[in-house]
């Protein structure tokens, strides 16, 4: 299966906490081989195989509080 990975702002990320939920709920949906956040840079990197799509992830990070700026 292909990846794909995407770098994203997420400019309400502002403690370890908020890193640790986005990584955890992100984590778990399917089809989702990696996910680093950062507080510092407020950015996080996703990596995802073609059983899940971005939109899929993009309306997780919403329904978490974490929305993606685009």
């Known amino acids: ?3 794909t ?3 994203v702002r997420i400019p ?3 403690c370890g906490h908020c890193v640790m939920t986005i ?3 992100i984590g778990a949906l ?4 990696g996910v680093t956040a950062s507080q510092e840079t407020k950015e996080a990197t996703i990596t995802w195989t073609d059983a899940t ?5 993009a309306e997780t990070l919403e ?3 974490y ?3 685009e």
């Open 30 to 33: 399917a089809g989702v081989t």
């Open 23 to 25: 990584q955890k709920e």
């Open 53 to 57: 799509s971005w939109a899929t992830i």
């Open 12 to 14: 309400n990320m502002s």
């Open 63 to 65: 329904e978490i509080g």
């Open 1 to 3: 299966m292909a990846e």
């Open 67 to 69: 929305p993606a700026a």
């Open 5 to 7: 990975t995407k770098t």
